[in-house]
């Protein structure tokens, strides 16, 4: 099964299910690609898979990169980089693109997505529209919550909708092609990458996954409203050794199949257009000149009919590796697995033609990847509808009231309450006239409620915590006190702050946590817990508030799962407000003051400490699970249960579950359970239900999340709630990717979260 990952001559395209035509084009679109196939020179073959961005050249004596690594290791100051960079030129490839070498650009401007295609479509032998794709992965203009945060809204609409307005919001700049949804399943939160994926969860990541490519990719009632998605990143990158990003990664076959695998299986059957291989090696092979995973899993099983974008610059990487001699050598191996665009090395430009005539890549090969990408092309219309029309590229230039409010909707729906006072009586929501001290520079600031990766948002659509809160409490004084960037000589200022805070409000909200660059990419972080000094200032500020008898909330903002065991134990309430976007201000407002009630789950496990990463719940057990008694699977110096799992996340009432059943129809189970309302408020609520293979020929996880719903009885009523399981889909794959449905003894749980879900009823079970 492993098979020669390198399969260089004789790659035998029956290994995938061929695709000659694209499902979704009507014959006469295909014929079309067929008939541009059959007049495409061997160069402008090799020009569609080549993906060029703008590169900065002139008025600098060393190469680019070289220049970068300058600035970032001192060697000139960020002055004298701009200074260069000023006189720096752009290339935009005009000429590449006149000659047909260029079938993809990253470009959102749309008068420069315009002008460039214009040369493709005008000046081009065949005149082939280039796809222009760009980075956008929680929104476009309107920037919505974190993935990671819109994942724990469990709701699958949301997903879709936010989609398709980030689609037709870019569309509109001439941007139809999103490298999203990403789509890792991520366990580490020192992963810096955890922000952009919806967590730790094959289910929860399977549904955001379908429901993404939905929304990117359906409404085609003008082409200005949709785009081809692009799941990335294939496969296994969230499993880096260590947390580190571009680690290395070693995953059983058994897990890539029934983890890592779900969420492209689920967008793949969703229709997805296009994946981009990840940058990790997994089990020894690159995943951009990864055969097995690419050809065989994804193209041959999943039956994926798009085309394979390798990420920035990896064709090269593969050579770092260790698994390519030189740039002609990446270049074969990766096209040969399957890897159809080259993102950014032109090494397919400069060898594939060689490698061509020498046999080592068939002309077959190469015809499979241009035909891929020539249908994605006719599939957006963009050789009937190629460029951006002037009125269309202005329709957002005010955002629409229906654009922001969706936009607070999601950050309202992802927000999470960890605690709710300490003996029982809430701290939250505030009265609308309580004397609120609001303190923390992160309050005050627009960049950091965006999160990373997010380049077209606008000031003037976003609401700082601040103003937000302003709006809705009256008496609200804001201080600036400390954040994660507050240095040493501001100590004394942030305590004055802290003392004027605490000497001001009845309740003290503190918004701390991470600036949005120390998530993303590139953004591995040894320690999780709040960085800078603001973990001893919030000391600090805790005991003050004690001792003058006030509250103190955390309003918690960070790119990952922190640890907060500290907070946990130290403030009355915390809601992990993540990075929810533009709108952020105001859904903040609106939950702390019980406009709203809170409904966001985590998606992702909150350690208890550093040193349980990789956590999540879905482990298998051990021969000796973790306890209190020495020789089980635990810490001599810590916790052996995190912090908050996955799927928790309170409210504003209380919710009781009982009366759980199980019964057995012929093709599914059908697990129900009643919900009472038990407090004063209405609110939102997420059923989970959980599933455990109690013996099977390979381990299980010790609960699996199977389905969920929602429900909102009024207070003091009840609803019962049914969630179906369908007996198909409670097998899991082997190691050799069969799937198995397995006889034998069933655990069905259902409840609040991963682990308060309690047993509803163990059945043995024949297939
Ligand atoms: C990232 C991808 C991204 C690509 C293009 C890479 O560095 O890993 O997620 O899509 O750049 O910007």
Redesign the pocket.
């Known amino acids: 099964m492993w098979g020669s990952p390198d399969l260089p001559v004789t790659v035998d395209l029956t290994i995938q299910k061929r695709i000659i035509k694209m499902k979704e084009l009507t014959a006469k679109q295909n014929e079309f690609v067929e008939d541009l196939l059959s007049r495409m020179t061997l160069e402008e073959k090799i020009g569609q898979l080549n993906q060029a961005s703008v590169s900065i050249v002139g008025g600098f004596d060393v190469s680019f990169p070289e220049l970068i690594e300058m600035n970032a290791d001192g060697r000139i100051s960020n002055e004298e980089f701009q200074r260069i960079l000023s006189n720096a030129d752009r290339d935009y490839h005009e000429e590449e693109i006149r000659k047909g070498l260029v079938g993809s650009m990253m470009v959102s401007e749309p008068h420069d997505c315009n002008r460039l295609q214009k040369i493709a479509v005008e000046e081009s032998r065949l005149g082939i529209p280039l796809i222009f794709g760009l980075?956008v992965i929680h929104g476009f203009r309107s920037v919505y919550p974190i993935a990671i945060a819109e994942a724990g809204a469990f709701d699958t609409d949301l997903f879709a909708r936010t989609a398709a307005m980030a689609a037709r919001e870019s569309r509109t700049q001439g941007v139809a092609w999103h490298?999203a949804p990403m789509l890792d399943i991520a366990r580490d939160a020192r992963w810096g990458r955890v922000s952009e994926g919806p967590g730790e969860d094959r289910y929860l990541a399977s549904a955001f996954a379908a429901a993404k490519v939905h929304g990117l990719q359906d409404d085609h009632s003008s082409t200005e409203n949709y785009v081809a998605a692009c799941m990335?990143?294939y496969i296994g990158y969230g499993a880096c050794e260590s947390g580190r990003d571009y680690n290395t990664t070693s995953i059983a076959p058994h897990l890539v199949y029934n983890h890592y695998l779900a969420p492209f299986a689920a967008g793949a059957k969703a229709g997805a257009k296009t994946v981009?291989a990840s940058?990790n090696d997994l089990n020894g092979v690159p995943c951009t000149a990864n055969s097995w995973t690419l050809r065989k899993i994804l193209k041959g099983d999943l039956d994926f009919e798009g085309f394979v974008v390798s990420?920035?610059n990896a064709i090269r990487e593969v050579i770092v590796h260790g698994y390519a001699e030189d740039e002609k050598d990446a270049g074969i191996k990766s096209v040969n697995a399957g890897l159809d665009m080259d993102m950014g090395t032109e090494i397919y430009l400069h060898n594939l033609a060689a490698a061509i005539e020498e046999g080592s890549v068939k002309m077959e090969v190469l015809d499979d990847a241009v035909r891929r990408i020539l249908s994605v092309k006719v599939w957006l219309g963009l050789f009937d509808h190629p460029y951006t029309e002037e009125a269309a590229m202005h329709r957002y230039d005010v955002l629409p009231a229906e654009h922001l409010a969706l936009a607070e909707e999601a950050a309202v729906k992802s927000a999470v309450l960890l605690k709710n006072g300490t003996d029982g009586t809430p701290v939250l929501p505030l009265a609308k006239d309580a004397k609120v001290s609001l303190l923390g520079t992160l309050a005050d600031d627009k960049e950091n409620i965006i999160g990373a990766w997010a380049m077209s948002w606008r000031e003037e659509d976003c609401v700082t915590i601040r103003a937000g809160m302003e709006e809705v409490f009256p008496s609200l004084q804001y201080f600036k006190g400390f954040g994660p960037a507050t240095a040493a000589d501001e100590l004394d200022a942030a305590r004055k702050d802290i003392d004027d805070a605490v000497a001001y409000g009845d309740v003290i909200v503190a918004a701390l946590g991470e600036p949005g660059e120390m998530s993303g990419?590139a953004s591995s972080r040894a320690s999780i817990i709040m960085p800078g000094c603001q973990r001893q200032l919030l000391g600090e500020l805790m005991e003050k508030s004690r001792a003058a008898g006030k509250k103190l909330v955390l309003l918690a903002m960070n790119g990952r799962p922190l640890d907060l065991s500290w907070e946990t134990e130290h403030v009355d309430a915390i809601l992990e407000g993540w990075q929810l976007g533009i709108r952020m201000g105001s859904a903040v407002a609106k939950l702390l003051s019980g406009d709203a009630a809170p409904e966001g789950r985590l998606a992702s496990t909150f350690p208890a400490c550093v040193g349980q990463c990789p956590i999540y719940y879905s482990h298998p057990n051990t021969g000796r699970p973790g306890s209190r008694s020495k020789f089980t699977s635990r810490y001599l110096d810590a916790p052996y249960e995190p912090l908050y799992p996955f799927g928790y996340g309170l409210t504003y009432t209380q919710f009781e579950y009982s009366d759980a059943s199980v019964t057995e129809k012929a093709d599914s189970f059908d697990v129900s359970v009643k919900v009472t309302n038990t407090g004063s408020r209405n609110a939102v609520e997420t059923v989970q239900l959980y599933m455990q293979d109690v013996s099977a020929s390979l381990v299980r996880p010790v609960r699996e999340l199977k389905g969920f719903a929602k429900t909102s009885p009024a207070p003091g009523s009840s609803e019962t709630v049914t969630i179906s399981l369908a007996k198909k889909d409670m097998g899991f794959y082997d190691n050799e990717g069969t799937y198995l449905l397995e006889d034998g003894k069933f655990r069905f749980y259902i409840g609040a979260n991963s682990r308060d879900a309690a047993l509803a009823a163990e059945i043995n079970v024949k297939f």
């Open positions: 980075d490298f990335k990143h981009m940058f990420d920035a990419e």
